[in-house]
């Protein structure tokens, strides 16, 4: 699977929206692109996921840029609950295990 | 919202005893697997399990290990002879087909003594 490197650390004031990077220069045409956050120690929470079109659900936005080299994680009105750790992850669709590997993601602050 | 339910909470145990994990995950998901994360460190994967086989395990996966789903509904992870170092918060997690996003239970914390 294609490594992913993310900002350490990114503050956001409540009520704003926050904008997660991810680059992921290595993705193969058969990678799809996961965002995971995970709060405090609870297990990890699926927000969305694409392969090359631009994703939205009721947590958030994708944005794959048209060469998918890089992605963007939007939550349009982050609050005080969406402070997480949050993991970019690519992986390939096989028939087998299909495994998530984890990096350090962005540990997300969100302000008053 | 349907959840993956883990048990117990909580465990502690001595070195060397074995313990058994318990997840029960949600009722239509095809896709089963443990993960463990060690205190500070990252989420790392186990073992993904499906048709009643293992289809994947990490080298953490070793003799000591094993998974069971036994009855169609629970899904086990059994540490043989506990050790040290698998003190962590293991986590079970399902997902209804290969493309989809993973649902994650709340986790046991094991701590070995």
């Known amino acids: 699977d294609a490594k992913t490197t993310q900002p350490p650390s990114m503050d956001c004031a409540e009520g704003r929206a926050a904008n997660l990077p991810c680059n992921h220069s290595?993705?193969?045409?058969?990678?799809?692109v996961y965002w995971y956050r995970q709060i405090h120690s609870q297990g990890p929470q699926y927000i969305i996921h694409?392969?090359?079109n631009n994703e939205t659900n009721e947590m958030a936005s994708l944005i794959i840029t048209e060469d998918r080299k890089s992605s963007t994680l939007i939550l349009p009105h982050a609050t005080l609950r969406d402070t997480a750790v949050y993991y970019c992850?690519?992986?390939?669709?096989?028939?087998?295990?299909?495994?998530?590997?984890f990096g350090t993601g962005t540990q997300l602050k969100v302000e008053l | 919202e349907p959840e993956v339910t883990q048990t117990p909470s909580h465990q502690v145990t001595q070195m060397g005893q074995e313990v058994i994990l318990r997840c029960v995950p949600i009722?239509?998901?095809?896709?089963f697997y443990w993960y463990r994360q060690i205190l500070g460190q990252k989420v790392e994967f186990l073992v993904s399990?499906?048709?009643?086989?293992?289809?994947?395990k990490s080298e953490i996966f070793d003799d000591q290990f094993s998974v069971e789903r036994p009855d169609g509904s629970n899904f086990t992870l059994k540490i043989r002879s506990t050790k040290l170092e698998d003190s962590a918060m293991y986590f079970c997690?399902?997902?209804?087909?290969?493309?989809?996003?993973?649902?994650f239970g709340s986790g046991t914390r094991l701590t070995v003594v």
């Open positions: 997690a399902s997902t209804i087909g290969i493309v989809e996003g993973y649902t």
């Open positions: 290595t993705i193969s045409g058969n990678e799809y």
């Open positions: 694409g392969l090359k």
């Open positions: 992850i690519v992986r390939r669709i096989t028939g087998g295990g299909n495994k998530l590997t």
């Open positions: 009722s239509n998901h095809l896709y």
């Open positions: 399990f499906y048709n009643n086989e293992i289809s994947e």
